[in-house]
């Protein structure tokens, strides 16, 4: 079991990439693009693809362990995703049920976390039960939060939290005045996580695919060219050295540490 806290991680990982401990991120949260092109041009059907980028997460997540990062959240499916053809989708549905299994013993080591973040309709009851008992077993770890975002899509997040809201406000638990921004966080998927600091982005593109709108408010961007299944531990030392290097100011004229709010 991993118990180091996440302030000595911080300082070891700082250390190592000859940066502050505060300058490591509390929460990145990645758009894991690229799977399709990465297959594409090697002449590969997209599902190797995405065979290729499910394998190289545990230890995308284990480095952020180590580095100290309390959230990391994994844009996975978006409910944009549902447009692909059947046998896309029905092949990620199989991958996402068979993958959440088979991480559960190294989430259990290394004391994390599991949350899905995401609406539950339509996913398949398989897949439903893969992430309840992932969530189930690890509801007892204490180190970093691994949200993986399935099924996700910001603006229906929104939704959802101003449908509940609306209700509350409809059965006279809240006062509308009394909604402010802190309120409409604790509505969202990730109610209580602080928001997150960097967004990384492989294979190029300048958008954000309705990830996280409200969350990512002042996060930072990092865009890189790399096919999400060649995006190694490298590559993501490469990303937190870029946020190191940023100045945040959060619209005041001083800048503040990376990880000030
Ligand atoms: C990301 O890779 C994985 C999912 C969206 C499920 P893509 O499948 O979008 O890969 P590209 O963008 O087509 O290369
Ligand atoms: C965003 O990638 C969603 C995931 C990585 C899961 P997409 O490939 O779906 O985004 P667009 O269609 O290029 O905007
Ligand atoms: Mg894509």
Redesign the pocket.
Known sequence: MNTRSFEEKRIEAGRRLGISPEAIPRHVAV??????????ERGLP?FQ??EQ?AKIVESLATHCVNCGIEYLTL????MQ?WK?PKE?VDF?MYLYASYLEGIRPSLMEKNVQFAHVGRREPLPQDVLDALDETVRITSVNTGMTLGFALNYGSRTEIVDAVRALAQEAKDGQIDPQAIDEQVIGDHLYTAGWHDPDLVVRT?G?MRISNFLLWQISYAEFYVTDV??PDFTLEELDKSLLAYASRQRRFGDTKPKTPTQG
Do not use: P
């Open positions: 758009i894991m693009d690229g799977n399709g092109r990465w297959a594409t997209r693809g995405h980028g844009y996975s499916f978006s995703n692909r896309e990620l294979s593109e096919y999400w």
